[in-house]
């Protein structure tokens, strides 16, 4: 295949946009945008929070809607907003039943610690998958530099690590740390 026949008709179509085109996606861009801020004044804030994995796939898929409702022909505005409107819905459903123990074990991951003091649960890393590298960057970033001001690095269930930092010889409340896999 000739390397410049197949340039010519690739760049043809990467720099092609008509008037009509740019209207359409100016005016579904807008439209769909609005539907998100709608949607999210209706349903709350938690649509983009980030407390669980629930609520990242809650991102992922406002975010493709979008982006297909604004470049796909075959997407109308209205058909765009409609599958929002079902995702904002699955979000609030999954808000409630959250409250309870037997949904949460179903859709939550959960936090798990990777370092008691300043020892590494390495099976506990492996479960979850992270490396020292990760949390050595982790400590790093959480100004730590002793191992010895360490209390405890959780793994959350939004994927995020946290450092609690040994500020003195207190034990850590019961309470904070009850829902954490050891």
Do not use: C
């Not at 043809?12 to 998100?36: C, H, N, P, Q």
């Not at 793994?155 to 930092?165: M, Q, R, Y």
Request: proline letters at 1%; zero cysteines.
């Amino acid at each position: 295949m000739d390397f410049t026949i197949f340039w010519d008709s690739v760049s043809e179509k990467l720099f092609d946009l008509s008037w009509k085109d740019f209207f359409l996606i100016m005016l579904t861009s807008v439209g769909i945008y609005m539907a998100v801020i709608f949607y999210t004044r209706i349903f709350g804030k938690r649509s983009f929070s980030k407390m669980s994995s629930f609520d990242f796939a809650m991102t992922i898929a406002v975010g493709s809607i979008m982006a297909t409702t604004v470049l796909s022909e075959t997407v109308s505005l209205l058909e765009g907003a409609a599958g929002l409107l079902f995702i904002y819905a699955l979000q609030l459903f999954a808000a409630y039943f959250r409250r309870y123990k037997w949904f949460r074990k179903l859709i939550d991951n959960t936090p798990t610690l990777v370092m008691d003091g300043p020892v590494m649960l390495r099976e506990n890393m492996k479960a979850v998958r992270i490396t020292e590298g990760d949390v050595r960057a982790k400590l790093r970033e959480a100004n730590v530099i002793k191992l010895s001001e360490v209390k405890a690095v959780i793994f959350e269930t939004t994927g995020t690590l946290v450092v609690i930092h040994k500020d003195n010889d207190e034990a850590i409340e019961d309470w904070i740390l009850k829902d954490v896999r050891r």
